[in-house]
């Protein structure tokens, strides 16, 4: 009885198989008949994008955010439809470290057959998947990344940069400590990140201050795993410095700030790198000076509130800038595959080199330069308010207006063609 019962619940008798072909093959024929898309493509032809970001180590807090902002995109999108009909299928995995980056980066494209990557906070990281995205002529989105060297010396045809490189961060934390009279005669002691971000930071920062009056007297290399900054307060101490300048990196400039409050030293402190959520984790009463970012939360603009206002909705807390920036970065490339109608890798470039606009939620719209792929866009300084005017916990940062000005050109402190190392 088992038998005949499973028999006919399964009806695999070679007649039946080729009904069921029959009607199968009919409608498809009838979809193409109709100029629609087959039953077959319609369910496996998802766009497949591969993502990478730091989930641990001292990016861990920072990547959190960023894979936040992108899912959120993704499921806007697909909700409204996808894009070209199509849904977005997004791989998002932790990148871990440089050469971890790269392995995945290639099983995305071999194994997975995604169409772009996108990600990445670590310079040395973006890197590695920068290289392998050239290999293989696949489109790199490197958002999170801001080390000179990737639009200089290292860049490439498939990697665009969405995020302000080091140049602009000093410049645009620059502008602020000029006003102050912080830097013109001034002598100054760095801490610096011994990766290749803190590298770049390091060279562009003691080339700003140098053409601006100040010394540098000191610049200690520090490992992207320590923790304890003990003997560098000591250090500082020492040498006495009228300013001290940080070129560190994610969570390292929380712990730095923190105990540095703690130390009770009352030397200005400024840097050229501070995420948002690093500063709020280093509280109210810990953090000073002067440093730049590339968004923040009260931007005023229709896009910014509406996106902060979903964000927050959605995950319980405000957004910070990595969650706006892998935002924004899945949506301009969206409007790329909108606007080609393709997800070909050589139309999608095409269409970024062209200088097109993407509205990034900012005053001003944004475009890729052609020649080196680096995002033109507004960036901020910000300091801190003065006590007792924080409203809660992560209000006590002090944004400064846009830079370059409304009038002004946004590629001003970014740097020239002429300076620049790239050749594509």
């Given at each position: 009885m088992?038998?005949?019962?499973?028999?006919?619940?399964?009806?695999?008798?070679?007649?039946?198989?080729?009904?069921?072909?029959?009607?199968?093959?009919?409608?498809?024929?009838?979809?193409?008949?109709?100029?629609?898309?087959?039953?077959?493509?319609?369910?496996?032809?998802?766009?497949?994008?591969?993502?990478?970001?730091?989930?641990?180590?001292?990016?861990?807090?920072?990547?959190?955010?960023?894979?936040?902002?992108?899912?959120?995109?993704?499921?806007?999108?697909?909700?409204?439809?996808?894009?070209?009909?199509?849904?977005?299928?997004?791989?998002?995995?932790?990148?871990?470290?440089?050469?971890?980056?790269?392995?995945?980066?290639?099983?995305?494209?071999?194994?997975?057959?995604?169409?772009?990557?996108?990600?990445?906070?670590n310079s040395a990281s973006a890197l590695t998947i920068s290289q392998v995205a050239a290999r293989n002529k696949t489109m790199f989105m490197s958002i999170g990344a801001r080390s000179d060297a990737l639009r200089g010396k290292d860049c490439n045809r498939y990697t665009f940069h969405v995020d302000i490189p080091v140049t602009v961060m000093v410049n645009a934390a620059g502008e602020a400590l000029l006003r102050e009279g912080l830097v013109k005669g001034k002598r100054v002691y760095a801490l610096t990140s011994d990766y290749l971000f803190g590298h770049d930071l390091s060279r562009q920062a003691k080339r700003f201050f140098s053409a601006n009056g100040a010394t540098v007297i000191g610049d200690e290399l520090v490992p992207t795993d320590l923790t304890d900054f003990s003997s560098q307060m000591i250090k500082i101490r020492q040498a006495r410095p009228d300013l001290i300048a940080t070129n560190l990196g994610g969570n390292q400039v929380t712990n730095f700030v923190k105990q540095y409050a703690e130390f009770g030293l009352q030397i200005p402190v400024a840097g050229f790198n501070l995420n948002t959520a690093d500063a709020w984790a280093a509280g109210e009463g810990n953090l000073g000076g002067i440093w730049p970012t590339v968004w923040h939360h009260e931007l005023k603009t229709p896009g910014s509130q509406a996106f902060v206002e979903r964000f927050t909705k959605k995950y319980g807390r405000i957004p910070e800038n990595h969650a706006w920036i892998e935002y924004v970065s899945m949506m301009m490339l969206v409007q790329a595959i909108k606007e080609t109608q393709s997800t070909d890798t050589d139309k999608v470039i095409a269409y970024f080199e062209s200088e097109a606009q993407f509205d990034v939620l900012k005053a001003r719209k944004a475009y890729f330069r052609s020649w080196d792929h680096q995002l033109m866009q507004e960036a901020y300084p910000f300091t801190v308010k003065p006590k007792g005017q924080a409203r809660n916990k992560q209000d006590f940062l002090l944004f400064g207006e846009a830079v370059p000005g409304a009038n002004e050109s946004l590629e001003k402190l970014a740097p020239p063609r002429a300076e620049s190392a790239c050749k594509m």
């Amino acid at each position: 009885m088992q038998t005949k019962n499973l028999s006919r619940a399964s009806d695999t008798t070679p007649s039946s198989h080729r009904r069921t072909m029959l009607k199968t093959g009919a409608l498809v024929a009838g979809s193409a008949a109709l100029g629609l898309p087959t039953l077959v493509h319609a369910q496996a032809e998802k766009i497949k994008i591969g993502h990478l970001t730091p989930l641990t180590g001292f990016l861990g807090a920072l990547g959190d955010y960023a894979v936040q902002g992108i899912k959120m995109a993704v499921e806007e999108v697909n909700a409204a439809g996808g894009v070209l009909g199509r849904q977005i299928d997004l791989i998002s995995e932790d990148s871990v470290n440089p050469q971890t980056a790269s392995s995945k980066a290639q099983r995305m494209i071999e194994r997975d057959k995604v169409a772009f990557l996108m990600g990445e906070i670590n310079s040395a990281s973006a890197l590695t998947i920068s290289q392998v995205a050239a290999r293989n002529k696949t489109m790199f989105m490197s958002i999170g990344a801001r080390s000179d060297a990737l639009r200089g010396k290292d860049c490439n045809r498939y990697t665009f940069h969405v995020d302000i490189p080091v140049t602009v961060m000093v410049n645009a934390a620059g502008e602020a400590l000029l006003r102050e009279g912080l830097v013109k005669g001034k002598r100054v002691y760095a801490l610096t990140s011994d990766y290749l971000f803190g590298h770049d930071l390091s060279r562009q920062a003691k080339r700003f201050f140098s053409a601006n009056g100040a010394t540098v007297i000191g610049d200690e290399l520090v490992p992207t795993d320590l923790t304890d900054f003990s003997s560098q307060m000591i250090k500082i101490r020492q040498a006495r410095p009228d300013l001290i300048a940080t070129n560190l990196g994610g969570n390292q400039v929380t712990n730095f700030v923190k105990q540095y409050a703690e130390f009770g030293l009352q030397i200005p402190v400024a840097g050229f790198n501070l995420n948002t959520a690093d500063a709020w984790a280093a509280g109210e009463g810990n953090l000073g000076g002067i440093w730049p970012t590339v968004w923040h939360h009260e931007l005023k603009t229709p896009g910014s509130q509406a996106f902060v206002e979903r964000f927050t909705k959605k995950y319980g807390r405000i957004p910070e800038n990595h969650a706006w920036i892998e935002y924004v970065s899945m949506m301009m490339l969206v409007q790329a595959i909108k606007e080609t109608q393709s997800t070909d890798t050589d139309k999608v470039i095409a269409y970024f080199e062209s200088e097109a606009q993407f509205d990034v939620l900012k005053a001003r719209k944004a475009y890729f330069r052609s020649w080196d792929h680096q995002l033109m866009q507004e960036a901020y300084p910000f300091t801190v308010k003065p006590k007792g005017q924080a409203r809660n916990k992560q209000d006590f940062l002090l944004f400064g207006e846009a830079v370059p000005g409304a009038n002004e050109s946004l590629e001003k402190l970014a740097p020239p063609r002429a300076e620049s190392a790239c050749k594509m």
